[in-house]
T-cell receptor, first 110, second 113 residues
């Protein structure tokens, strides 16, 4: 498997809190994707970070990539109920396809 | 307007029967993929294709065939459906392989009884 263990499979937080989820991977990648999957829908890309970037921001999202430890994190600042979803990390597999992690379920309550 | 569509959206099949899942994309993408999603396993790659009339095995191809008759269409075929193939199946497309963003369809929920 491309992936090591994800730190947390599920996170429950309240609105306004910050949340961070982590992924570790086993083989070299030039890019880490983060996808979000809403209930009953297909995943959609929310942020992509390349190996020459240590940090990438998009709105309330912040992704980090540490190539030395082969790990990536996704943070959501001031979470809102609509952030409730499953979040996947994915890495490039030698130019063939992406390999997805098992996902972290984030539940945000009012 | 949805760029990757799948049909059917849900299906109940009998063990040993043949099942065909269809995918259509209007992204003009060369790459198309089939994944299955099971609780606790994330998305696992079954087959993919980077050109019409050619398919490649993914990580879990056993029990599945794929067909890419045109750039726009990609089918997943279960010749002899089994209980273990009950899952949600997603089709995706991308402009190139490897690093490129993938665009997913809405999924097909398959139940094999």
């Amino acid at each position: 498997s491309q992936w090591g263990e994800e730190n947390l499979q599920a996170l429950s937080i309240q609105e306004g809190e910050d949340v961070t989820m982590n992924c570790s991977y086993k083989t070299y990648t030039t890019v880490v994707h983060w996808y979000r999957q809403d209930s009953g829908r297909g995943p959609a890309l929310i942020i992509l970070i390349r190996s020459n970037e240590r940090e990438k921001r998009s709105g309330r999202l912040r992704a980090t990539l540490d190539t030395s430890s082969q790990s990536s994190s996704l943070s959501i600042t001031a979470a809102q109920c609509e952030d409730t979803a499953v979040y996947f990390c994915a890495t490039a597999q030698g130019g063939r396809a992406l390999i997805f992690g098992t996902g972290t379920t984030v539940s945000v309550s009012p | 307007e949805a760029a990757v569509t799948q049909s059917p959206r849900s299906k109940v099949a009998v063990t040993g029967g043949k099942v065909t899942l269809s995918c259509h994309q209007t992204n003009n993408h060369d790459y198309m993929y089939w994944y299955r999603q099971d609780t606790g396993h994330g998305l696992r790659l079954i087959h993919y294709s980077y050109v019409a009339d050619s398919t490649e095995k993914g990580d879990i191809p056993d029990g599945y065939k794929a067909s890419r008759p045109s750039q726009e269409n990609f089918s997943l075929i279960l010749e002899l459906a089994s209980l273990s193939q009950t899952a949600v199946y997603f089709c995706a497309s991308s402009g190139t392989g490897g690093e490129a963003e993938q665009f997913f369809g809405p999924g097909t929920r398959l139940t094999v009884l």
